[in-house]
């Protein structure tokens, strides 16, 4: 399981904007990791905006926009599914590099909670559903927050 290891991440998101930009693929795998990632940034006492966009394609696009709107930091959901083509790769590595780029280029924290998954119930699993094992939305939110708070401590 994935989750081995993971750290505890508590932050303080008060005073931040968060756009959380999710895709619209695999719905109640999507809605379980929106509802994560809410739920975290509201806890922490983050400002949110949920914007949805039609796959993990579209996730740097909307990311980018997000940041230069005024967005303190990005949460970044998707979910890809492995299939019979190469289209896993294609879209999972757009995906990555994308979100990177966009954190890299703007300096504003992208938590990364696109599930890359051999099939839907890896998926389920990471989903925070109430019969999930992970909750890789409510993570990527913390780790954004975090992200926002270690770059500060760094200065300009």
């Known amino acids: 399981?994935?989750?081995?290891?993971?750290?505890?991440?508590?932050?303080?998101?008060?005073?931040?904007?968060?756009?959380?930009?999710?895709?619209?693929?695999?719905?109640?795998?999507?809605?379980?990791?929106?509802?994560?990632?809410?739920?975290?940034?509201?806890?922490?006492?983050?400002?949110?905006?949920?914007?949805?966009?039609?796959?993990?394609?579209?996730?740097?696009?909307?990311?980018?926009?997000?940041?230069?709107?005024?967005?303190?930091?990005?949460?970044?959901l998707g979910v890809v599914i492995r299939g019979e083509t190469p289209h896993f790769d294609y879209v999972c590595q757009a995906a990555t590099v994308g979100l990177t780029e966009v954190s890299v280029r703007t300096g504003v924290p992208v938590g990364f909670g696109v599930l890359t998954t051999d099939d839907e119930a890896q998926a389920l699993d990471r989903a925070g559903l109430p019969d999930s094992r992970e909750d890789k939305g409510a993570e990527a939110a913390q780790a954004a927050l975090a992200t926002v708070r270690a770059c500060a401590a760094l200065g300009s």
């Open 1 to 76: 399981m994935s989750g081995a290891g993971a750290p505890t991440i508590t932050t303080d998101g008060r005073g931040l904007r968060v756009t959380v930009v999710a895709a619209s693929w695999h719905t109640t795998v999507m809605d379980g990791l929106v509802a994560g990632a809410l739920r975290a940034l509201v806890e922490a006492g983050a400002t949110t905006t949920l914007v949805r966009v039609p796959g993990s394609f579209e996730l740097p696009v909307a990311a980018s926009r997000a940041v230069a709107a005024g967005a303190d930091a990005v949460v970044a």
